[in-house]
Structures are given as structure tokens and as C-alpha cells.
């Protein structure tokens, strides 16, 4: 099996303040093989967007990174000072934003911006690096680019502008692309396009892909396999078919369950009660306990690790040896009922 192009090993991020050391992502661990999409899901507040944040360099302090190691093609990058992960940023990753508008400067061509990011880390000529520009927004769908290349970013549809933000992530051919909610301010029409657009380009170059999104239309789409993360860990990991249509982990359950299909006719989505707790009251042992209707002691003492079962990896005590029978059964909302 080949290296994968990013792994991270029990990745731990901190906040230091007055009221002391608040632990955001705890233990989080996990690999993308080249040419892979995986999907990061969770509610508001479960770490995904941090734990891009950390794999780019981008937590400044009272952030820190205080355990674990992250690995760029088998090279640790997490203990790199900050000029030389300036230098990784934007060659070797790629970072594509919720909002394009805060990824480029509205000051500026977009083919002067993309041209810089090519000069900047390759080594070819001002011409070549505008031949280039041209291409990647061509490849891209931007339609007339070798006259829009010369446009500012205000001049640009905001579907347009997210082709343009992709663009400008892939031009120095980077291994590993983050997309943190890439979609999320688009029309659905255009989220399709940009979805199916981001999967055939990385696919077409075998670039590496974190999905952070809370939308599971999108990851079911476009991801091949799916982190479900709660409270700064991963709740369950697997393939995105796998995760979808049998998830093991009753918040992953909750989260599936509450997605309105057009098969059956369930009078009530599922809902998952409660709410995502707070850096400085995350719970004793399980973080999901006091949402789960199906915890029993030992998920009030002991925090779950990971456990392998069949084609998914799911941190819950449920599918421990000596676990309750009938794990399957179970998942958030039946306290309430009982």
C-alpha cells in the first residue's frame, strides 16, 4: 500500500487563556491516500475547520498545537518554524475557502494574483506563468480566459469566483487540497458544478483532498470515505457508503437520521437532543453521553477509542466486549422516549 499523502497521528490543539487551557481537538487521528477525498463532518463547533487550520500552519496564538504529529508525504510539518511552512502553504497545499472573497484581493487581477502564486513557487517565466493562469482557469470553466484573466475579483459571479479560488489552490500543483465549506454560499445548481468540478480535477491529478463541510449531500457526492467528528475527536471514520447508509456511532446515526430521502415516509426526522458542549464543560468519559440514549456506565468513566468494525472505525463503547446487546438498535433520542 502506498505512503498517504497526509496522516495525522492523535493531533492535539490548545487554547490558553485566564480561565486556563481549553482543549479543542483531542486525540484526532487519521489518513488521505493521493487522489482520495475525505469528507470531515460535524456539527458546529466539532473541530473540523480547526483541524484543517492545523494541518496548514494557521493557528495563531493563544493556539497552539500541543501533541501529535502531522505528516505531509512522510515529512512531519507541524514542528516547521514559520518560514518554511510559508513555503509549503499554497506548493505543496492548497487551501480553498468558504468565501472566495476572502481568499482574493479585491485589488487586484485575478490573473496577477494567480501568476504571483505560480512565480512564487515555481520556476518558470513571467509568460509561462501567464500561459499557465490562462489554462488552469480554462481548465476550470471560466469561459473567454484570456479576457477575464484580466478582470478584478467584484467582476466575477460568486460561482465564478469559487472556480477563480480553485484555480489559484491548484496552480502550483499541490499534493494536498483543503476545501473548508467550499460550497456553502453557492446555489445548489452551482454547488453541483463546483462539486463534481473539484473531484475530476484532483482525481485527474491524484491530489489529495480534505472536505470540511456540514452538509452530507455534498460528502456523499463527492467524498470516498468520511470522518464523523464530535467535540474535537472523530466519532467514526469509513467509506462514505458505509457511513451513510449503516453508520455505527449513535451521533453518527443522529446526524444520517436527520437527513430529510425521498424513500419511506417517516413522520419525524431524527433529532439529536441537546447540544455540542463548550470547551470548558466537555463531560467526563464520553463526550456525546449526555445526548446518547444509549449509554450505560461505563461510558461516564472511560473515554472510547477507536474500535474496527467491519469497514468503519467507531470511538464507542457499544461495540466493546461486554457491551449491551443489540448495539445496532441504538442511537440518540430513545432516553427521551423511554
Do not use: W
Request: net charge neutral; aromatic share 4%.
Amino acid at each position: 500500500m502506498s505512503r498517504p499523502v497526509l496522516s495525522i497521528r492523535d493531533l492535539k490543539v490548545e487554547f490558553v487563556t485566564r480561565r486556563g487551557v481549553l482543549r479543542a481537538i483531542d486525540g484526532v487521528s487519521f489518513d488521505i491516500a493521493r487522489g482520495e477525498v475525505l469528507g470531515v463532518v460535524g456539527e458546529s463547533g466539532a473541530g473540523k475547520s480547526l483541524t484543517g487550520s492545523a494541518v496548514i500552519g494557521l493557528i495563531d496564538p493563544p493556539g497552539r498545537i500541543a501533541g501529535g504529529e502531522i505528516l505531509l508525504n512522510g515529512e512531519r510539518i507541524d514542528d516547521l518554524p514559520a518560514a518554511a511552512m510559508r513555503e509549503i502553504r499554497g506548493r505543496r497545499i492548497g487551501m480553498v475557502f468558504q468565501d472566495p472573497l476572502t481568499s482574493l484581493n479585491p485589488l487586484y487581477r485575478v490573473g496577477d494574483q494567480i501568476t504571483e502564486t505560480i512565480l512564487a513557487h515555481l520556476d518558470v517565466s513571467a509568460a509561462e506563468a501567464r500561459r499557465r493562469a490562462i489554462d488552469l482557469l480554462k481548465e476550470v470553466g471560466i469561459p473567454a480566459a484570456e479576457r477575464r484573466i484580466d478582470g478584478y475579483p467584484h467582476e466575477f459571479p460568486g460561482g465564478m469566483r469559487q472556480r477563480v479560488v480553485l484555480a489559484l489552490a491548484l496552480c502550483a500543483e499541490p499534493d494536498l487540497v483543503i476545501a473548508d465549506e467550499p460550497t456553502t454560499a453557492l446555489d445548489v445548481s452551482v454547488q453541483a458544478q463546483i462539486i463534481a468540478l473539484l473531484r475530476r480535477l484532483c482525481a485527474e491529478r491524484g491530489t489529495a483532498v480534505m472536505l470540511i463541510t456540514h452538509d452530507m449531500g455534498v460528502i456523499a457526492e463527492t467524498a470516498d470515505r468520511v470522518a464523523v467528528m464530535y467535540a474535537g475527536r472523530v466519532a467514526e471514520i469509513g467509506p462514505v457508503r458505509a457511513v451513510v447508509k449503516d453508520p455505527l456511532h449513535p451521533y453518527a446515526k443522529g446526524l444520517m437520521g436527520s437527513i430529510p430521502t425521498l424513500e419511506g415516509a417517516a413522520d419525524r426526522l431524527v433529532q439529536i437532543p441537546g447540544s455540542m458542549p463548550r470547551l470548558n464543560a466537555i463531560p467526563r468519559g464520553c463526550a456525546f453521553r449526555p445526548r446518547c440514549g444509549s449509554a450505560f456506565a461505563r461510558c461516564h468513566i472511560e473515554r472510547p477509542e477507536p474500535l474496527r468494525v467491519g469497514e468503519h472505525d467507531v470511538a464507542c463503547f457499544l461495540y466493546a466486549q461486554g457491551a449491551p446487546a443489540e448495539p445496532a438498535a441504538a442511537g440518540p433520542g430513545t432516553e427521551a422516549r423511554r
